[in-house]
């Protein structure tokens, strides 16, 4: 007996009969174990430089982490919104800046939960990870960051772009440290380092990376409360 059957049928019977089949609990393997992910990132806005690097990130479809003080993000909810709706990530790093390691338990505490709150209040998000200011922290601090369920993010490359406040240096610093799974630390309040983003952003992208959020480059790692990551590179 010969049985005919044709079109959708005959594809669904071809597909089902040769593909093998996947387990049912499959899980997909991480954006970041697929393509090779730099994560940007920058501190201490939002300020009135932020629109035109979000209008950059956008243009490319590239997705970053911003580290906003919470003494900025009242004042600027149009750009914290529009940070979440374009698919940014945004983490806590602090009120106002300061030296965690030279404060009392209780300020720090203040520092991150008025910032928490300031966050939730504007942007409707709550923050999953903070940044330390100037990457300075020590056991107590983490042991406080911990009690918030907060990781700590430091970096990979510092382009110290703060310091150079040139274009052209900031660009070629972003560059060198821009290797697979590198985190790298920007600012945009420095305008050299927006207008430098856009040829950043357009290369990295015609090389091949993906610019993701830290939590996309995280993929199925997860980072203990408090915990420190990733260990900054070595000064040569
Ligand atoms: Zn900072």
Not at 14 to 29: C, G, H, Y
Not at 199 to 222: I, Q
Request: net charge positive; glycine share 6%.
């Amino acid at each position: 007996m010969r049985v005919i059957v044709r079109g959708a049928l005959a594809l669904a019977l071809t597909t089902s009969l040769l593909a093998p089949a996947a387990p049912a609990n499959a899980k997909p393997k991480p954006y970041c174990e697929l393509h090779k992910c730099i994560a940007l990132t920058f501190d201490d806005g939002p300020w009135p430089y932020t629109p035109a690097l979000l209008d950059t990130l956008k243009k490319h479809k590239a997705k970053a982490t911003f580290f906003v003080l919470g003494r900025k993000v009242e004042s600027r909810a149009d750009m914290m919104k529009r940070m979440v709706d374009e698919g940014h990530e945004i983490g806590n790093h602090t009120w106002d800046h300061p030296d965690l390691t030279k404060l009392t338990d209780e300020e720090i505490l203040s520092e991150i939960s008025s910032t928490q709150q300031v966050i939730q209040d504007v942007a409707g998000i709550t923050p999953t990870f903070m940044r330390p200011p100037n990457g300075a922290t020590n056991t107590r601090v983490g042991s406080l960051m911990k009690s918030f369920g907060l990781p700590q993010i430091l970096w990979t490359g510092s382009t110290l772009d703060w310091q150079a406040r040139n274009t052209k240096v900031i660009r070629d610093r972003t560059l060198k440290y821009a290797k697979r799974n590198a985190v790298i630390l920007l600012h945009d309040i420095v305008p050299e380092t927006v207008t430098a983003m856009s040829t950043v952003v357009d290369t990295l992208t015609k090389k091949g990376y993906k610019l993701v959020t830290v939590s996309t480059l995280l993929g199925d790692r997860e980072l203990k409360p408090g915990e420190a990551w990733p260990k900054p590179e070595k000064k040569k």
